[in-house]
């Protein structure tokens, strides 16, 4: 079965710091893979998305994350974070060939910007 | 603009009582999905459907019921027989195709007591 692992629970920077988010996935033959951020009380929305070609991906609101095979990881990036960027960041996979079960998700990373 | 749309946004109900929540969108989209939400869980898949007047159950799928009757619509009800129904719920949605990203609407709060 499919796995996604964000190893952190919570990431704690100071305004203005660079930030990466890590997700590693289970193995697979080919995958495409999402980062989605969640405010409070929110729903999810999509940052980026990787499904094939450039292993590095840009997003939105100056997010990018690069796509490593060998070492089924798909970390997310920022070179300056801001206090707006407070929320739970989740990566999310699929697989091709997989099932129509939709994506598979990580336990999500909050994000703490300190000022 | 299109999007996806669950009311209410808070629900409290009492123990032994089944309740529905509502999905609607206006996407276009085939498929459609229902996840369950609990701190430090991540998300949950319940139900999936990829046509009208067809779905799958999802990893947690026991105490809860759906139906697709028409493309636009996936509401959920959780039953009696769900024995921790407390969580925030959330509604998705995408064209069905397995790169394709989910679309999801804002959530919907259910405490029960």
């Known amino acids: 079965a499919q796995s996604v692992t964000q190893l952190d629970s919570q990431v704690p920077v100071f305004e203005e710091a660079p930030v990466e988010l890590r997700c590693n996935y289970s193995s697979s033959v080919s995958v495409y893979l999402f980062w989605y951020v969640q405010y409070p009380n929110q729903g999810l929305q999509l940052l980026l998305k990787?499904?094939?070609?450039?292993?590095l991906v840009k997003g939105i609101n100056g997010f990018e994350a690069e796509f490593n095979k060998s070492q089924t990881s798909f970390h997310l990036r920022k070179p300056s974070v801001h206090i707006s960027d407070t929320a739970e960041y989740f990566c999310?996979?699929?697989?091709?060939?997989?099932?129509?079960?939709?994506?598979?998700f990580g336990k999500g990373t909050h994000l703490i910007i300190q000022p | 603009d299109g999007g996806i749309t669950q009311s209410p946004k808070y629900l409290f109900r009492k123990e032994g009582q089944n309740v529905t929540l509502s999905c609607e969108q206006n996407l276009n989209h085939d498929a459609m999905y229902w996840y369950r939400q609990d701190p430090g869980q991540g998300l949950r898949l319940i139900y999936y459907?990829?046509?009208?007047?067809?779905?799958q159950k999802g990893d947690i799928a026991e105490g809860y019921s759906v139906s697709r009757e028409k493309k636009e619509s996936f509401p959920l009800t959780v039953t009696s027989a769900q024995k921790n129904p407390t969580a925030f719920y959330l509604c998705a949605s995408s064209i069905g195709v397995t790169n394709s990203p989910l679309h999801f609407g804002n959530g919907t709060r259910l405490t029960v007591t």
């Open positions: 459907s990829q046509i009208v007047n067809d779905f």
């Open positions: 999310a996979v699929s697989y091709s060939g997989g099932g129509a079960d939709g994506l598979t």
């Open positions: 990787y499904l094939s070609g450039s292993t």
